[in-house]
Nanobody
């Protein structure tokens, strides 16, 4: 059973930075594509960024050049560094894992990120 636990959410001022972490429990971390999603009130959950074991990444247009996703395969952890944050980044952020070759999604419980002055 895969468990994902997010850390690092909170309140940040516009223009500020925040770093999210997601600790994973699967036996072989490297065979999972990892991603961060977010869901703002009244909106659908959307993909923020994803990363595969080799390091290739993908970002939503709204966060390109501001957010950076990374992973530490040895520590089974994925990170999301968020810089130059905007009020529209306010949302619950979810860690996601999908094992290659399957369509099974695993989700963390989510962590609230609020960007406000």
């Amino acid at each position: 059973q895969v468990q994902l636990v997010e850390f690092g959410g909170g309140l940040v001022q516009p223009g500020g930075s925040l770093r999210l972490s997601c600790a994973a429990s699967m036996t072989i971390f490297s065979i999972y594509k990892m991603a961060w999603y977010r869901q703002a009130p009244g909106k659908q959950r959307e993909l923020v960024a994803s990363i595969i074991s080799g390091g290739s990444t993908d970002y939503a247009d709204s966060v390109k050049s501001r957010f950076t996703i990374s992973r530490d395969n040895a520590k089974k952890t994925v990170f999301l560094q968020m810089n130059s944050m905007k009020p529209e980044d306010t949302a619950v952020y979810y860690c996601n894992a999908v094992r290659f070759g399957t369509n099974i999604n695993y989700w963390g419980q989510g962590t609230q990120v609020t960007v406000s002055s």
